[in-house]
């Protein structure tokens, strides 16, 4: 589908067609200078997230804002920063398979690669790998600091990865991946505040049993859109791999947000079309399932107070008003936040960028997404 | 991402790259002889509905099993399923908005073309569209049998669209969407043959009226694979429009079936990869939202007794073993059945189509899906 256009330059966004993933690039904008502001005179490099947004341009973009570079998750995700122009990438992930390797190590030909490892075996094939592409991978052991996914226990786990890691030739010992996945959603500020508290505590543990075998560590890395601050405030990271920022999402909006100055604002939108009025009292929108992912919940409805999305289905989402609340006519556009912006950008091929806000704006360019899908 | 192919022809099910949606052929060429067997001698049309598969190499081998065309739900969903040689086309939803109605009745020039109808105004832009392309659409009256999403209410409301479609000299009314979408899922087959039964009355109440105003209806089209039996036994719908059963989901599997010969087999799965075993007690697989989607719950283990999906994130999904259950090892390929089939098949750009069973067999075919992402 990646062929067919939603938008037209110039379009005002009642013209673009739907359901269509729609940036408002004022608010985007604002985002991307928001982040280095809130870290501006601390020594905090930015490798910012890019399986937030699967767009070499928005990387750009990010680089041009002060990150050093992006990470992401999978290895085609890497191969379409690098075609991107990006220099620098991270797959802050665990890369198994000796046909994901080869493809890692090859593309650490063309630009700075890193990857995460949390098991001593799977050392062994990333040096294999990088040895036969004769290239240096800089490889970061992944703790795990309370997410309980992937990782290695903080402390001697760590630090024996460590020494296999620095007996390799190919291999290059770069630090610490050590991201609280769990914590960017929790409510309320104090609890975040506290479990990035512990997570700082297993990266001290973890540099201390490095530091016990004479092992430099140059960068703790981790920490997301929803906790950077409390990471900072540790002292116990010096980078760090926020995403969500430059979208926010309804999940994020959620949150009790310590820094109101801080906070970022809602810049993807999904355009819906109601199509549908037969039934009184509901709305049906032409974007379901295929159009916003619902894993954390369903979409909130843009400035239309008292309307709720009610229901989600594979092609429609159901609206329903409160007593006095407008009620949508057939053929009405309107904007969607999703519950979650990762997963939903997975699901489109383009972003159209609108400039002048949402109401009198009109589409000043389209992006194509093109590390959609790139789940190898 | 749709250059990346997955695997190559012949390879064994071990080294399909991760995670993949990969097709048990065998499993799905017996779904596709099972359903029309289920309905042998019955004077019963079969549509297929192609947003399960979206993919015309899937929609030609249905028709020759007996299908006489497809439905869908997009205009771009037909435009991939006409592209791909499918002469028969029902858009079994409305379609708002002047652009989206403009393909749509330029569609109708290629192929037979249908759409549906819960508005008078609605009927007023698709006849001018079809006037303006010089062509005549099928025009369904959708009333709203149970599901509660789009529809008009049973009885005079659809007599009245009708009226006004007979009276249009660019459409032709050709009779009743009627599909209870709700009951596909209800568990037990008492309740979901009963809701099926409240859905016939509706019909027949809408029939009476349309008698009354002195039009034929002849086509009553609706009904899933989680239902169709019950639309069978109450003769008020002679053409079906199933779509899971080709693939079946793991959602499905909880439905009781009360007829154990028409049950049909999983023919779909992600293969993933065990990417990281450092935390004692759990494996994380390297698919996550990105690879299966969650909205009808976790996707299940395949033919691995004890162990479950706990978890599921952007990335990974988090498998927990019983006490004597399997470990599965760092780097081993396992099989799941994904939650909800449709939505799944969405967030990937191919089948992998093996022969022989997913233990021993080999990749045949590939096959894209060439609709994933017609949304428009």
Redesign the interface.
């Known amino acids: ?2 062929a ?1 256009l ?1 938008a037209r330059i110039g379009q005002p966004v009642a013209e673009i ?3 269509s993933l729609v940036i408002d690039l004022d608010a985007f904008e604002r985002n991307l200078e928001a982040l280095p502001r809130s870290i501006a005179g601390r020594d905090l490099r930015v490798r910012a997230h890019a ?1 937030t947004h699967k767009c070499p341009e928005i990387a750009q973009r990010q680089i041009r804002a002060g990150a050093i570079g992006v990470c992401c ?2 290895v ?1 995700e890497a191969e379409a920063m690098v075609e991107g122009g990006v220099g620098d990438v991270l797959v802050a ?5 000796a ?2 390797l080869e493809r890692l190590a090859r593309l650490a030909r063309r630009a700075k690669i890193g990857v995460c490892v ?2 001593a ?2 050392i062994e094939a990333i040096a294999a790998a990088a040895h036969a592409a004769g290239v240096t991978l800089d490889v970061y052991v ?1 703790v ?1 600091v309370g997410a ?6 903080p402390g001697e786990p760590v630090a024996e990865l460590a020494r296999k890691l620095k007996a390799s030739s190919s291999l290059r010992f770069a630090g610490l991946q050590a991201y609280q ?1 769990a914590a960017q959603h929790i409510r309320s500020v104090e609890q975040r505040r506290a479990a990035i508290g512990k997570a700082a505590e297993a990266v001290r543990a973890s540099r201390a049993a490095l530091a016990a075998s004479g092992i430099d560590c140059p960068i703790v890395t981790g920490a997301g859109s929803g906790s950077y601050l409390y990471e900072l405030e540790t002292g116990a990271w010096n980078e760090i791999q926020p995403g969500s920022y430059i979208f926010m999402d309804a999940d994020y909006a959620k949150n009790e947000w310590a820094a109101p100055q801080h906070r970022f604002e809602h810049a993807l939108f999904v355009l819906a ?7 009184p009292g ?1 709305a ?1 929108l ?2 379901g ?3 916003s ?3 954390s919940g369903p979409p909130a409805v843009w400035r239309m107070p008292g309307v709720h999305c009610t ?6 989402a ?1 609206l329903a008003s409160d007593a006095g609340a407008a009620e949508p006519r ?2 009405q556009k309107l904007l969607l936040v999703p519950g979650h912006c ?2 939903t950008v ?4 383009w972003y159209v960028c609108v400039r002048g806000g949402m109401d009198q704006g009109a589409v000043e360019v389209l992006w194509p997404i093109t ?6």
Chains 1, 2 share one sequence.
């Open positions: 589908m990646a067919y939603p067609d739907t359901p399986k998750q999978k085609a992930n665990q890369v198994v398979g046909s994901k949390d098991d075996g799977n992944e795990d309980r996914r992937c990782g290695v226990a996945g079309t109601v199509m549908s009025r037969a039934i509901h049906v032409d974007a399932l295929k159009a992912s619902v894993d229901r989600v289905s594979d092609e429609h159901v057939l053929g990762d997963p997975n699901l489109h091929d590390a959609r899908g790139a789940v190898y």
